[in-house]
């Protein structure tokens, strides 16, 4: 696959990803463009459920969207407890949180340069 194909489908997975999780009504959605800053994907969207149901229903809905849709297997970790879930499509990884453990954490901290905003959706 050429790196212009590539980018193309990365950036419709991408979409996808945040529309289910719109569509699910998952709160603060951010994506984070990792691309040149690792190799452990290529985006990385964070964003909140209100309980512990909600973040579990909207990782279950995500992974059966691009299981799908693509035809990709997600890695998933953390369902069981519903407290941060991590959902690795390959090129996107997703991270679902209840709002009290993504405050803890604070990963968009970690990726974003200094001064800069995430993009929200």
């Given amino acids: 696959m050429s790196a212009a194909t590539e980018t193309a489908t990365n ?7 945040l529309k289910s999780l719109n569509d699910d009504k998952a709160e603060e959605i951010v994506q984070i463009d990792l691309r040149g800053k690792t ?18 229903a909207i990782s279950e809905k995500l992974a059966q969207t691009v299981k799908d849709t693509y ?8 369902k069981d407890t519903g407290d941060w879930v991590l959902i690795d499509t390959g090129d996107v990884i997703v991270h679902v949180f209840r709002p009290e453990v993504r ?3 604070q990963l968009e901290k970690m990726w974003q340069p200094v001064g800069a905003e ?3 959706h």
Avoid: P
Wanted: charged share 20%; glycine share 10%; proline share 0%.
């Fill in 71 to 78: 035809g990709i297997v997600s890695k998933t970790e953390g």
């Fill in 39 to 56: 190799e452990i994907g290529d985006f990385m969207v964070i964003c909140s459920g209100r309980s512990t149901r909600q973040v579990s």
């Fill in 118 to 120: 995430a993009t929200a």
């Fill in 103 to 105: 405050e803890f954490y």
């Fill in 11 to 17: 950036d419709q997975l991408l979409a996808t990803i």
